[in-house]
C-alpha cells in the first residue's frame, strides 16, 4: 500500500519544507510582480519589490539550512536521505536562479529592450512561477499521499519545461533580428544572462521534479522503509 511522505519524514523536517516552499514561492511571484509593474513603467515600486525577492530568499534559506539539519540527523535511509537531500538541493537552484535574474533586473534598462524580445522575456518569467508552482503543490499532495495527484503535476511541470526550452531558444534568435536596435551592444549580454537564468530557473524545477517521481516510483509504493 503507498505510503505518504509525512510516513517517513519527521515532522520538524515537514514543517521546515513547508515554511522553505512557501518563502521560495513567495521570492518567484515577487520577481514575476516586479517584472509586471517594469512593463507598466512603474520602476519605483519594482525595485522596491526586488528588494523584498532578496529578503523572502533569505528566509527560505533559513528554513534549508534547518530542513538539512534534520534530515540528516533523522533515521531515514540512506538513500532515501541521499533523494530527498538532492530534491532540496534542486529547489535551492530554482531559487538561485531567480536570485540572479532580480539582481541583473536592477541594473538593466529594462524598458529599452525591444517589445518582442520583452514579451519572451515575460512568458519565461510566468513559466517559472507556474513550474515552481506546480513543484510546491505535488510536494504537497506527496506529504498528503495523493501520489496519482502528484504525478500529474510532476508531468505538467516536464511540459512547462519542454515549452521554456522553446521560447529560450526564440528568444536568443531575437536577440540576433534586433542585433541592430539593441544599444549599447553589452545590453545584449545582459539580456542574454537573465533570459538564461529564467530558463535554468524552469529546468530546476524540472529536476526537482525527477526527485518527486523517484520518490514516488521508488519509495512511497512500498508499505514500510526499513
Not at 112 to 125: K, Q, T, V, Y
Amino acid at each position: 500500500m503507498p505510503i505518504s511522505l509525512s510516513d517517513i519524514m519527521p515532522e520538524e523536517a515537514l514543517e521546515s519544507l513547508r515554511e522553505y516552499l512557501k518563502n521560495l514561492i513567495k521570492s518567484i511571484d515577487l520577481f514575476r510582480k516586479s517584472l509586471k509593474l517594469l512593463n507598466e513603467v512603474r520602476v519605483g515600486e519594482a525595485r522596491s519589490l526586488l528588494a523584498e525577492v532578496v529578503k523572502a530568499r533569505s528566509e527560505a534559506n533559513k528554513s534549508r539550512l534547518r530542513l538539512i539539519e534534520v534530515i540528516e540527523n533523522s533515521r531515514l535511509e540512506p538513500s532515501v536521505k541521499e533523494d530527498i537531500l538532492h530534491f532540496i538541493k534542486r529547489l535551492d537552484a530554482i531559487s538561485d536562479n531567480v536570485k540572479e535574474a532580480a539582481r541583473e533586473l536592477t541594473i538593466m534598462p529594462y524598458l529599452e529592450i525591444p517589445s518582442p524580445i520583452r514579451d519572451g522575456l515575460n512568458r519565461l518569467a510566468d513559466m517559472v512561477l507556474q513550474a515552481a508552482s506546480h513543484v510546491a503543490e505535488a510536494t504537497e499532495r506527496l506529504i498528503a499521499g495523493e501520489h496519482k495527484r502528484a504525478l500529474e503535476l510532476v508531468n505538467k511541470v516536464l511540459e512547462i519545461e519542454e515549452e521554456a526550452d522553446r521560447v529560450d531558444v526564440d528568444n536568443r534568435g531575437k536577440l540576433i533580428v534586433y542585433a541592430d536596435v539593441i544599444k549599447p551592444s553589452t545590453l545584449a549580454i545582459l539580456i542574454h544572462d537573465f533570459n538564461r537564468d529564467l530558463e535554468n530557473a524552469v529546468d530546476s524545477c524540472a529536476e526537482a521534479a525527477d526527485y518527486l517521481h523517484i520518490l514516488i516510483t521508488t519509495w512511497l509504493q512500498i508499505e514500510m522503509i526499513v
